[in-house]
């Protein structure tokens, strides 16, 4: 359900207010970006993605009934678009992009916290990766897009139990792959 601030928002983007509709970008473009990276998109993709949510969004506006907010509602946009992009495509292996990193005589002692934080990561990203689809939507869209269980089992038309064993599930898998990676 919509609470009132979200009414109004919804109100004013089906008036076709440009403050509003900006505001609304901006508030989720790096959300859905974020979320399509995370899937292991690679960040073209990612992009394209995220703009073809938001025309989806935009022509379906007047048929939304407000029985979800409209970051569930964007995200189950989202996540539709990929999947029909998905299918479209042969698989992709996912290649993290290399960062630059900025050498600062007299501070190794941050630039090796630096690297470790950056090798943290790349473990991270790279051991969600090997998830299966189920595991790897659930975990990002609970933990990075802060949906909360109800939410995500209506973006992934899902029922709550399922929703909470495919998160404890994933958890699962995901500690026994860093283990490994650590050992």
């Known amino acids: 359900m919509l609470n009132k ?46 703009q073809e949510t938001f025309l989806e969004f935009w022509k379906s506006l007047s048929s939304f009934r407000g029985e979800s907010s409209l970051k569930t509602w964007i995200f189950l946009i989202g996540r539709r678009v990929a999947w029909k992009q998905r299918k479209k495509r042969p698989r992709q292996e996912f290649s993290s992009e290399t960062e630059e990193h900025h050498q600062t005589e007299g501070h190794e002692a941050l630039q090796d916290e630096l690297l470790w934080k950056q090798e943290q ?54 500690k026994k792959q860093l283990d490994s990676h650590w050992q």
């Open 5 to 50: 601030q979200e009414q109004k928002l919804l109100a004013s983007l089906r008036r076709g207010e440009r403050k509003s509709c900006q505001l609304f970008v901006q508030q989720y473009l790096p959300s859905l970006f974020a979320f399509f990276r995370g899937m292991g998109e690679p960040k073209e993709i990612a992009e394209d993605l995220a």
């Open 121 to 174: 990561h790349s473990v991270l990203t790279q051991s969600m990766q090997t998830l299966d689809e189920r595991f790897k939507e659930v975990l990002l869209l609970h933990y990075m897009e802060e949906l909360t269980i109800k939410e995500v089992a209506l973006v992934l038309d899902l029922k709550e139990g399922t929703v909470k064993s495919r998160i404890h599930r994933g958890i699962h898998h995901l």
